[in-house]
């Protein structure tokens, strides 16, 4: 079945850099939209940002000129790249694909991002 491995999360300053990646495997048919989720302790996940097949994008407004989502279909991986960060993006981050049709959607085993001088 399909699988999704995250990789790049990590300890980073405030105002730092961090590039986040998540890539499918498997027997793939397709994969419409891509997502990022987050959710810290005591917190509900949230969406941080979304891209569809074809490249549209949407981004929640706490990352919105901070954050850039991105895709390789070839390589059906998804990237989120996070620039400016701060203490408030500390949360475990996962990945999301809609498999289209009816298989539905699934998600990566998450990765922690850490914010902290």
């Known amino acids: 079945q399909v699988q999704l491995m995250e990789s790049g999360g990590g300890l980073v300053q405030p105002g730092g850099t961090l590039r986040l990646s998540c890539a499918a495997s498997?027997?793939?048919?397709?994969?419409?939209?891509m997502g990022w989720y987050r959710q810290a302790p005591g917190k509900e996940r949230e969406l941080v940002a979304l891209?569809?097949?074809?490249?549209?994008?949407n981004y929640a407004d706490s990352v919105k000129a901070r954050f850039v989502i991105s895709r390789d279909n070839a390589k059906h991986t998804v990237y989120l790249q996070m620039n400016r960060l701060k203490p408030e993006d500390t949360a475990i981050y996962y990945c999301?694909?809609?498999?289209?049709?009816?298989?539905?959607?699934?998600w990566g085993q998450g990765t922690q991002v850490t914010v902290s001088s």
């Open positions: 498997g027997s793939i048919f397709s994969i419409d939209a």
């Open positions: 999301n694909a809609d498999l289209g049709g009816n298989a539905g959607s699934l």
């Open positions: 891209i569809t097949s074809t490249g549209t994008t």
